[in-house]
């Protein structure tokens, strides 16, 4: 429709106007004079990308400015490159003309690290999706950012490889998002997460410049792991456009049971005797009442309603009586701790169809009520039943449910916060809920996000989570690689 | 022309947490990989556009009428929220707010009435029985139309010599004993474009213990429609055929086109508002079969006839997540001897079709269609089969862009062959 109307820089509020001034380090009045190159703008970026590859009516505006979050800033273009040449020629018109860019993938993250609150460019990977290569021998796959996370997993399988991370979003994020955010899942329990896997990336850096880092040896120890750096940064330091990715061979045999615990209590202190057995499963889950509730609305699968939690347990690895063995071995230490019952999944479908209902259970919470704060604190696995206790304590203190569940085997817990947030007396509970659950994390020797990131949501509890001398040094990181500070403004540090 | 501007309720959007679940089964999205040609973002623009964040504009309206109503996100929403029947609500606000002429005529003048659709499509016999259609594959003359209309042209099924309308008996006997009384539910598209296909329906249901009850006067399920935003047409004509298969008695209504079906049954719930209907609409809905669900669902003779062929199955989105109905098709197939059944990649992935978007959404349409006609090809099969007119003329078309040997068929129609041998 009418493409050119759209005016590129039109500010949705004076406050968040001199927000993306300061970021720049310029004045209102010179913000003012750039919105007469506008339309030059467009053009720019069209000539990079090719006019398919730029987006500006406000129906696209209106779209690209939320993630799975509830925060939502409307961008004032969206740009859709095909190759790192045009993210490198897309960053240098941005930091000629000070504009900042916010990276994102498929848009689910949880943190709102992919929120454009200053506007500007939102520089959205999904078409770079090719898979480039997978070698076999080296047991590694170059793929660009845009790759769906589960299109690589099938990828790999289908030549008798295994890409482990599994973000319950697996269907629904990109390699590239992963990265960025360090994406976890319940197979990280046994796996590690999803840095564990990068080799090697390309990243197009704050001035335009395309940055190759890593490489196909497992081992590396020249110079600094700058790999290890951009994982997890959040689009702050550079633009992640491919990635080298480690693979394993993949486990031919998995067994998966659902374990039911009358008490919450018990389920949380059988994790860490099962870990303690000597076993390793691949995931170790947990879910409340509410959470069983929920799922069972969505999807019919006849879970169990009559319980305060479950226990999602997978063995998994290449030698099928050793997978069995290690199951007997789970299942009688449930049983010895108090299960009510342990049902083994008969075949593949049931397996399945109880790992697509945990990895729905974060958006069918919604059912609840309009408005949900999923949180990813993290603590030692030792402080998991005190952790679940307290929660729930929480959740009496301030009268508004609080979901548990998570990869309790590694100590990531997803608590989550159901409210409604048109009651603004809601929210300031909800605010005052989610400063105590960081506290909690804190105290028992946790963090604050265990896969999710910090975005803008965590930002307050930086300083309290890391000190002073920790944040000085990532900020001068930061100042060294986006000394315009024109990458994700405004994102991981505290005011 | 309405008093009053119904609009779609807060409980349609208001729960959507934008977890992006729905972008990963959706076909637009995953053609042009933008949240504008997302579900999530169609919920989005519409919750923006409903509360006054946006304008009504017709951007936003064109992007509602990019969905396909291939129904994958309203299956796959976690919280409830059906996207795209949110979708088509918001076309229908938008002809309320501003009527287009063309629709009325078409949707409201031509469609709904059966001897003008036969009028309508009579060139398309001509077409054919003159032996003009040969006339320009044998000189070539395709080549010359423009792209569109050269596929367009590619979809068009064998036309019989006279609409089935006037060829079917108003009653055709069970044969030997009646066991059900069954309306046969006359699709326009199905009886038109696929004319002997509904003929076999209506055989293999007399095979099979129903008496036949073809009432003349049905006029079309109300389905184009709907998805051009006109629900006040879609219930004149429920009323209409509700009316009409009340004086049929019968116990059952058969269809063989997924998209009358799925309308059919959704007459209850499009007339729950009406205190006049609501009661007549939800018996009506209920009587509702497709023809492969009735057959499951009663003694079934085994065909005797073997047919050696590799046959596929291409689920119509609007029989399998607006019916529920995909394993009835299936087993129907597979009780024919010889006939080797293989499972179709995505079997139930959207073709593209999606009523006219080959039409008004060509490259979409056919970037949907290539993947659809990718997977057909690993198949290697004979015969692919669907029971909706909408696929089955867009995946002829797709065979034959991609130069495949496979016939497109009705499953019923196989049955059919396996009967006769």
């Known amino acids: 429709m009418c493409h050119c109307e759209a005016v590129l820089f039109r500010r949705s509020s004076p406050l968040s106007q001199g927000i993306a001034s300061l970021a720049e380090g310029r004045s209102l009045a010179m913000t003012q004079t750039r919105e007469k190159m506008d339309k030059s703008i467009i053009a720019q970026l069209t000539t990079i990308t090719g006019k398919d590859g730029v987006l500006s009516t406000p129906e696209d505006l209106a779209v690209y400015g939320y993630d799975a979050t509830f925060e939502d800033h409307r961008p004032d273009v969206v740009v859709l490159p095909r190759t790192s040449e045009q993210v490198s020629q897309a960053l240098a018109l941005a930091a000629r003309e000070r504009i900042p860019l916010v990276t994102r993938g498929m848009g689910s993250g949880l943190a709102a690290a992919s929120v454009p609150f200053n506007g500007g460019i939102a520089l959205t990977m999904t078409r770079m999706n090719r898979i480039l290569e997978i070698d076999t021998v080296n047991a590694t796959a170059h793929v660009e950012a845009g790759v769906v996370t589960a299109d690589l997993q099938a990828a790999v399988e289908k030549l008798g490889l295994f890409y482990p991370p599994d973000p319950s979003s697996i ?16 197979r990280c329990l046994k796996y590690g997460v999803t ?116 226990l999602l347990i997978e063995a998994d690895g290449s030698d099928e009586a050793a997978v069995l063995r290690e199951m007997e071995a789970v299942t009688e230490t449930c049983r010895a701790r108090g299960a009510r019952q342990v049902k083994v999944a008969e075949d593949e479908t049931e397996r399945a169809s109880l790992w697509r209902a945990r990895r729905s259970l974060s958006p069918s919470l919604a059912r609840k009520a309009p408005n949900k704060l999923g949180e990813d604190i993290t603590v030692p696995r030792s402080a998991i039943p005190e952790t679940v206790r307290r929660l729930k304590a929480i959740s009496t203190k301030y009268e508004l449910p609080i979901v548990i569940y998570g990869h309790a085997g590694d100590g990531n817990l997803h608590p989550t916060i159901l409210f409604d947030k048109r009651d603004p007396e ?52 930061k100042q060294a690689l986006d000394p315009l500070n024109i990458l994700n403004p405004g994102k991981v540090f505290p005011e | 022309m309405q008093s ?78 059906r996207p795209a029947d949110l979708a088509l609500n918001m076309r229908d606000l938008q002809e309320q707010r501003q009527l287009s002429g063309w629709k009325q005529t078409l949707f409201g003048g031509l469609i709904p009435k059966p001897g003008r659709m036969e009028a309508a499509t009579w060139p398309l016999r001509i077409y054919e029985e003159l032996g003009l259609r ?54 326009c598209a199905q009886s038109l474009m696929f004319a002997e296909e509904s003929a076999a329906s209506v055989r293999v249901l007399t095979r099979n213990g129903c008496t036949v009850v073809t009432p003349k006067e049905t006029v079309c399920c109300g389905m184009p429609a709907l998805g051009y935003g006109r629900t006040d047409l879609v219930r004149e004509q429920a009323r209409f055929n509700i009316a009409l298969f009340e004086k049929a008695n019968v116990e059952t209504i058969v269809t063989d086109c ?29 009587k509702v079969r497709d023809v492969s669900e009735l057959l499951m669902s009663i003694p079934f003779e085994k065909p005797q006839g073997r047919l050696e062929a590799r046959v596929t ?80 003329m867009q995946l002829i078309l797709g065979v034959r862009r991609q130069g495949l040997d496979v016939q497109v068929v009705h499953p019923i129609a196989l049955l059919d062959i396996a009967y006769k041998k």
């Not at chain 1, 005052?432 to 930002?459: D, N, P």
């Not at chain 2, 009504?56 to 990019?66: D, F, V």
């Not at chain 2, 010599?161 to 006997?173: K, V």
């Open chain 2, 313 to 392: 199955y291409h689920d119509p989105c609007h029989l399998r997540r607006g019916q529920g109905v995909w394993k009835q098709p299936r087993a129907l197939l597979q009780m024919i001897d010889g006939l080797e059944f293989v499972e179709l990649p995505e079997a139930d992935w959207c073709c593209g079709s999606a009523g006219s978007q080959l039409i008004t959404h060509y490259e979409t349409s056919l970037k949907v269609l290539e993947r659809k006609t990718e997977n057909l090809a690993s198949t290697k099969a004979d015969y692919l089969a669907s029971g909706c007119p909408g696929c089955q």
């Open chain 1, 426 to 477: 809601q929210s300031v509970r909800v605010e005052q809920m989610a400063a105590e659950e960081f506290a909690l994390a804190l105290e028992l020797g946790g963090t604050l996000s265990g896969e999710h990131g910090v975005g803008t949501l965590k930002r307050p509890y930086m300083q309290q989570a890391l000190g002073p001398l920790s944040l000085e040094v990532q900020k001068r990181v």
């Open chain 1, 171 to 186: 269907r629904h994020s990109t390699i590239g998002g992963n990265i960025a955010c360090n994406a976890g899942g319940p």
């Open chain 2, 4 to 81: 009053e501007v119904s609009e779609p309720s807060e409980e349609q959007y208001l729960n959507c947490i934008r977890c992006g679940l729905c972008l990963a089964v959706c076909p637009t999205y995953r053609e042009y990989l933008t949240e504008t040609a997302s579900p999530r973002g169609r919920v989005a623009l519409a919750r923006k556009g409903l509360e006054g964040e946006l304008e009504l504009s017709p951007n936003l309206a064109e992007q509602m009428y990019a969905c396909f109503d291939c129904l994958a996100c309203n299956e796959i929403c976690p919280v409830g929220i």
């Open chain 2, 134 to 187: 040969r006339l320009v594959y044998v000189l070539g003359l395709r080549r010359l139309l423009p792209h569109q209309l050269r596929d367009i042209e590619a979809m068009l099924p064998h036309m019989p010599q006279r609409p089935l309308r006037q060829a079917l008996p108003e009653i055709s006997e069970a044969n030997g004993e009646t066991r059900y009384r069954v309306g046969f539910f006359l699709g």
């Open chain 1, 195 to 310: 840095g564990d896997y990068v080799l090697g990336l390309t990243v197009v850096l704050a001035d335009g410049r395309i940055l190759h880092t890593g490489g196909k040896c497992i081992k590396d120890v020249v110079g600094y792991d700058l790999k290890a750096l951009f994982t997890g940064s959040e689009g702050t330091l550079g633009v992640i456009t491919e990635a080298l990715l480690r693979l394993i061979a993949k486990p031919k045999f998995a067994r998966t049971a659902l374990v039911e615990f009358v008490r919450l209590d018990d389920a949380s202190r059988t994790v860490n005797v099962i870990l303690q057995a000597g076993v390793v499963p691949a995931t170790l889950e947990l879910m409340d009442e509410t959470a069983i509730a929920c799922i069972e609305a969505a999807l019919h699968l006849g879970l169990p309603l009559d319980v305060e939690a479950i």
């Open chain 2, 258 to 286: 997924a998209t009358c079906g799925s309308t059919l049954k959704d007459y209850g719930k499009l007339l729950a508002d009406d205190p006049n209907w609501a009661a007549r609409a939800a018996e009506f809905s209920k």
